[in-house]
């Protein structure tokens, strides 16, 4: 991409070809959000395509993922791991992530230019990120995950940590949003979670055709379906029945996701429609999914263009009506099943990357993982 645009520039430029989701949701915050979340996204969009590369050891991830974050919070030049790294992508890795990943400088001085609370924010994400995906990664098979309460941990560490950050830099924008700091801290990791898991289920043949899976042994279990066996032909009517249970689950997580919005005061448009935008899109998913268990592919469920135009539309036209949202989201959801969320529970995780496992690592999430 042109060196001779500005770095904000880049990261302006580059953001569509890494994701048309947040391409659409992130210009609707105000500037002095803008700019961070943006920001954000790119650093953690790295750390994911490091993670994902299939030509990197389980010792050379944890290796990158510990000189990343060094980078990220100012401690190391970022130049010798873009020296180093490049290399080592395959074909698997994406033109666009390539050219993300070769400009990772060009991200990090962004970062280094953040007043000092928002710059914490994002470095404590890309942190707990770094130090949490890779505990996943290692254990990953067609096995899928052990417990629900692995794929809980999963999201948190692919998503809810951007939800906290997210939240925190919002908090920090806007003394009104601050007055609901707490409930909003409550309500960021479900969030979160509620958009994660509809895409592990709108992806879960795609994750299959790389060799891992995301969803949790426990709950197919209890149908008789053998992830590790598991098949799109032909369609098996107990594999529907476990896949509307967790459809209930995101269901629940997205509910916590409309709190949240609604939390947001009316004046602030573009942060709710950012928010309302990925709900809306999430629930109509999850409708998709819900109607046709028998899909083949994401392609089979995405919510198509018109369904967005419509999500839009009518999302600006309530955007201040909480109780007009709030039908907006129940009429969408209607037929859906719903689970009763467990309570949340702490984590204290040790974002420490030299302290974790070296090659061999086979992870405690599963030998049946996120």
Not at 247 to 255: F, K, W, Y
């Amino acid at each position: 991409m042109n060196a001779e645009v500005s770095d904000a520039d880049y990261q302006n430029l580059v953001l569509p070809h890494v994701s048309r989701t947040f391409a659409l949701t992130i210009p609707q915050l105000p500037h002095a959000l803008r700019v961070p979340v943006t920001n954000a996204y790119l650093l953690c969009r790295i750390a994911d395509t490091i993670e994902d590369e299939p030509a990197v050891s389980a010792a050379q991830t944890i290796a990158l993922m510990q000189r990343f974050k060094e980078a990220v919070a100012g401690r190391a030049d970022p130049l010798p791991l873009v020296r180093d790294l490049v290399p080592l992508l395959s074909d698997r890795t994406l033109p666009s992530e390539r050219d993300l990943v070769a400009n990772m400088a060009r991200v990090i001085r962004v970062t280094a230019q953040f007043e000092p609370a928002q710059r914490a924010a994002i470095v404590h994400c890309v942190e707990l990120m770094c130090f949490g995906m890779p505990r996943f990664q290692f254990a990953a098979s067609l096995r899928g995950l052990g417990r629900s309460s692995d794929l809980d941990d999963y999201c948190y560490y692919v998503a809810g940590v951007v939800g906290e950050m997210l939240t925190e830099l919002f908090c920090r924008y806007s003394p009104q949003i601050a007055a609901n700091r707490a409930r909003l801290n409550e309500l960021a990791e479900s969030f979160a979670q509620g958009l994660q898991m509809t895409n592990i289920l709108k992806d879960v043949w795609e994750d299959r055709g790389r060799g891992v899976c995301w969803l949790p042994q426990e709950v197919f279990t209890r149908y008789g379906i053998d992830l590790a066996q598991l098949s799109a032909q032909p369609y098996d009517p107990r594999f529907g029945a476990a896949l509307r249970e967790l459809i209930g689950v995101a269901h629940a997580h997205l509910r916590n996701a409309l709190e949240y919005t609604l939390l947001i005061p009316p004046q602030e448009a573009g942060i709710r429609r950012f928010c309302l935008w990925a709900v809306g899109l999430a629930i109509l998913t999850l409708r998709k999914i819900a109607h046709h268990p028998q899909f083949r592919a994401g392609s089979d469920v995405k919510v198509s263009r018109s369904a967005v135009a419509m999500t839009q539309r009518l999302t600006g036209f309530a955007l201040r009506r909480n109780w007009m949202l709030k039908s907006l989201f129940a009429l969408a959801a209607r037929g859906l099943p719903i689970a009763q969320l467990p309570q949340a529970r702490s984590r204290r995780p040790a974002p420490n990357l030299a302290a974790q496992e070296p090659e061999g690592y086979t992870g405690t999430y599963g030998s049946s993982r996120v």
